[in-house]
């Protein structure tokens, strides 16, 4: 009896010494997670941050061709005075388009290491959705503006060559041998309706472009307020 109760105290002090490790490593994989899963979303949110600049860069260029425009068309109506270089300045910037991107190099590593480490359903779904629905659709929508006006922009640039309004021509380059493509422009044309044709054209795309990246720079706040809760709540010093 005594051998017996010897035994069962060794066999249980073994169970409880495998218990306690398995507790251990637990303990150590979960504080690995963790430790994972609060340098991801810090790298996300920085990630996300960035590209955030990006998309109010984009809108600050559609800001610029919208008073652009204005003051074209405040010129073509005789209530303001522009100086050539100002006329060319305008007119280039009233036909700015913009191309949206963003990085997904953060996302894609956590998709490998498992996006199942964030341990939020709604923040993971957020991401998930974010980056695999919302950024590629939107990014499509802002691509189909630029090719929704094309030809008709196309078609009232080549009126405007007609009218002698641009025209482009050789220029000998000064500091190597060759020539480069530069444009002259006869700016007393911007009166005519070919050219205010030209600016309804380009107002109702900046229209486009304002509405739709208005939307994607909410969209991207909203998931750095979501990331910025999680962050703060559950990884506080």
């Not at 990246?213 to 010093?237: A, G, P, Q, V, Y």
Request: net charge positive.
């Amino acid at each position: 009896n005594k051998y017996l109760l010897y035994a069962i105290g060794e066999i249980i002090l073994v169970v409880i010494g495998i218990l306690i490790a398995l507790q251990i490593n637990n303990w150590n994989i979960e504080k690995q997670e963790a430790i994972f899963e609060e340098k991801i979303l810090n790298e996300l949110k920085n990630s996300i941050e960035n590209d955030l600049k990006g998309f109010n860069y984009l809108e600050y260029r559609i800001k610029r061709k919208d008073g652009a425009i204005d003051t074209l068309l405040f010129a073509k109506n005789g209530k303001l005075q522009l100086t050539i270089k100002e006329l060319i300045k305008y007119h280039n910037w009233s036909n700015v388009g913009i191309e949206l991107s963003y990085d997904k190099a953060t996302f894609e590593t956590l998709k490998n290491r498992g996006i199942q480490k964030i341990k939020s359903d709604t923040l993971r779904k957020e991401i998930m959705r974010f980056y695999e629905v919302y950024l590629p659709t939107r990014k499509i929508f802002i691509n189909d503006i630029y090719n929704h006006y094309k030809p008709r922009l196309d078609k009232l640039e080549d009126k405007l060559v007609e009218i002698k309004f641009q025209e482009d021509y050789f220029n000998l380059n000064k500091d190597s041998i060759g020539f480069s493509i530069k444009t002259r422009y006869n700016f007393e044309k911007i009166k005519t309706q070919e050219y205010k044709q030209y600016l309804l054209i380009q107002a109702k795309n900046k229209l486009e472009y304002w509405i739709r990246m208005r939307r994607i720079i909410k969209k991207t706040k909203d998931i750095l307020e979501l990331l910025d809760i999680e962050i703060n709540t559950r990884f506080k010093d």
